[in-house]
């Protein structure tokens, strides 16, 4: 073997099945170890008992279990937790776990920064560190699935943090493999997974054959609008070949898509707007869901008066679209929509610092 021990959490699929074929063990062993991984999700080669100890010591040999550190989390007073973790080459990316009811929603990122320049956005300003690998995102799923009280688990996850996850679709779309898969993978099904994109048009068959949601960072009804709120994305695909796409997309997908619609006042929420966004998706089956500004530092944006907002939603709900309002959560420790980015380049808020709770990970008692 060479340059061991490997991580088997960073392999993919095909690089385990190798990895039992160069062991010269047979080909369940394969199954038994990727169920070791992701559905008993132990961080110990020694925990896989069905392995004779033999076999578990010539594993030990050539591979490790590894998965990423947390080095804060933070609970919003909502209930709503964010989770900073540690890469293993220093980084740091977040994940926001939403509970409601007995719903449990983990908001997972894809990258390190943004490639994307939103400008309603906090993640925007780190600019790209890199992309997540496929395990960095799993190990989101599995790290705060452990963290979860126990009988709780997750019920739906979005990719709606960090990064465009269209940017790294190689990685979303491993990533996605393992949590989805029935026999040795996580189960989750894609009915329950949406991955929310800016608009990057040429990755939409791609997420179709996933099978998951798709959810479109829509933001604006005209192109002025588009290029001043979200300049790079819009200058490879300006509104009308965006839209022109989602018609496309549901015609060939069983699911509809969803719009989501960044509330900015005094730039996107006037009655104008709000008539256009309904003029602009009729004909395309979809929901959109609003999403009042959620405020941070250095950034001129407001968020609209609940009148305002009000006003915009029974417009377009008049006009015959299903259109719902987000509920803000977990702001207080930068948690919302749109406000990832600030702790994963180690630049406190002065509001996370009043955070009024801090724990270490598994501080559960
Ligand atoms: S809104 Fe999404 S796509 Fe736009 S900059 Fe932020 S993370 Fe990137």
Redesign the pocket.
Known sequence: MDKLPVNLLALNVQEVTELVYKLGWPRYRLQQILKWLYQHRVSDIDAMTNLSKIDRARLRQVATVQRDDVLSRHIAQDGTGKYVWRLSDGLAVETVLIPEERRRTLCLSS?VG?????G?????QMGIKRNLRAHEIVGQVLNVQADLPEGEHLTSLVF?????PLMNFEAVADAIQRITNMEWGLGFSPRRITV???GWIPRFPDVRRLGVNLAI?LNATTNAQREHL?PA?NARYNLDTLLNACGEYVKYSERPLTFEYVLLAGINDTPEDAHRLASLLRGIRCKINLIPFNAFSDNSFQRPTPDVIDAFQQIVRNRGLDVFLRKSRGDDVLGAC?Q?GRSASEMLHPLMRQSKKTLPMYAKS
């Open positions: 990258q943004c490639t994307l320049d939103c309603f956005c906090l993640t925007a709606m943090g960090m990064g465009e929310s994109t800016a960072s979200m994305v749109g990832l």
